[in-house]
């Protein structure tokens, strides 16, 4: 199980990048109609290869599409109202939480006392960053960003239970995919308003490159979920926060409290002890 949750770990350094390029276009309606787009090429191209996951992932799998296209029209909202290091960590704190929460008490997995204490040091990390600031405001940006985490919990674990019974997590990755990009763009052609096409053409590069990474990561996170305990991988997985706050004051011009300076340490020596007591 060690490579799966390197490979997860690897992914949380693409995912913090993909988000800063949606929030660098600064354009909802374009961020989300572009990752659309790669979302369906990467979807069919799977389909064409691997078929169909077995009959009982497909409520899982719709569920899971309808939510991450809901996902990533309020993640592309949320940027517009604040710094990506300020909301990112908000929306991916959110979700270990709750994960480990319905891993635990529902679907009876089973972590040893390392990984609890692992998991503990690394969420109160992630947590430290998202209050680094100050506790954030009911509205705006911050309310969007914890409705953001709740998504990202709910589709995190329809995934891990739909992608076990599929059988064939690729199957399972490429209807999720291909289903979830006609809803986003559909969505955006409807709202984006005059003069999409032209917004479309002039961050094409930015937006697909960020689509592009969204694929790989959440693909190879749906992938991990059948091979790992969920808390493990989303734990895991949100490390990419620390990646999120770096990129955001380096390329951005976002600054850097002292407060979330230590959150990162945190955050990195949970990292550190999951991997080792998962391994």
Same mark, same amino acid.
């Given at each position: 199980?060690?490579y ?12 913090? *990048?993909?988000?800063? +390029? #949606?929030k ?5 309606w374009?961020? /989300?109609?572009? %990752? !659309? &787009?790669v979302? $369906? ?28 296209a ?5 993640l592309?909202?949320a ?18 939480v ?23 040091v ?11 600031r ?8 911050? *309310?969007?960003?914890? +409705? #953001? ?6 589709y995190?674990? /329809?995934?891990? %239970? !739909? &992608?076990?019974? $599929? ?6 990755i ?7 990009a006609?809803?986003l ?14 917004r ?15 694929v ?64």
């Amino acid at each position: 199980m060690t490579y799966v949750l390197w490979l997860v770990l690897g992914t949380a350094v693409l995912h913090a *990048g993909w988000n800063a +390029l #949606a929030k660098s276009v600064g354009d909802r309606w374009v961020a /989300s109609t572009l %990752i !659309g &787009v790669v979302n $369906g090429i990467g979807g069919i191209a799977c389909i064409l290869v691997f078929g169909l996951p077995a009959p009982g992932a497909w409520p899982f799998l719709v569920v899971s599409a309808l939510l991450q296209a809901v996902y990533l029209l309020t993640l592309t909202s949320a940027y517009r109202h604040g710094d990506l290091s300020r909301l990112y960590p908000i929306m991916r704190g959110t979700a270990p939480v709750l994960v480990t929460a319905v891993s635990v008490l529902v679907l009876n997995e089973q972590l040893s006392p390392s990984s609890w204490l692992g998991l503990t040091v690394l969420v109160a990390g992630i947590g430290l960053l998202a209050v680094g600031r100050g506790l954030p405001r009911r509205g705006g940006g911050p *309310g969007l960003g914890r +409705l #953001a985490g709740v998504i990202i919990a709910s589709y995190t674990v /329809s995934d891990g %239970i !739909g &992608v076990r019974i $599929g059988d064939q997590p690729m199957a399972y990755i490429g209807w999720m995919f291909a289903l979830q990009a006609p809803v986003l763009i559909g969505v955006c052609w409807w709202q984006g308003g005059p003069g999409l096409l032209v917004r479309l053409r002039r961050h094409a590069v930015r937006g697909l490159t960020g689509g592009l990474l969204s694929v790989i990561t959440y693909g190879t996170v749906v992938w991990a979920q059948s091979r790992a305990p969920l808390a493990v991988v989303s734990g895991l997985r949100e490390t990419s926060v620390i990646w999120a706050v770096l990129i955001g004051r380096v390329f951005l011009g976002e600054r850097l409290v002292g407060r979330e300076a230590l959150a990162i340490v945190l955050a990195c020596c949970g990292a550190v002890v999951l991997q080792v007591s998962s391994g």
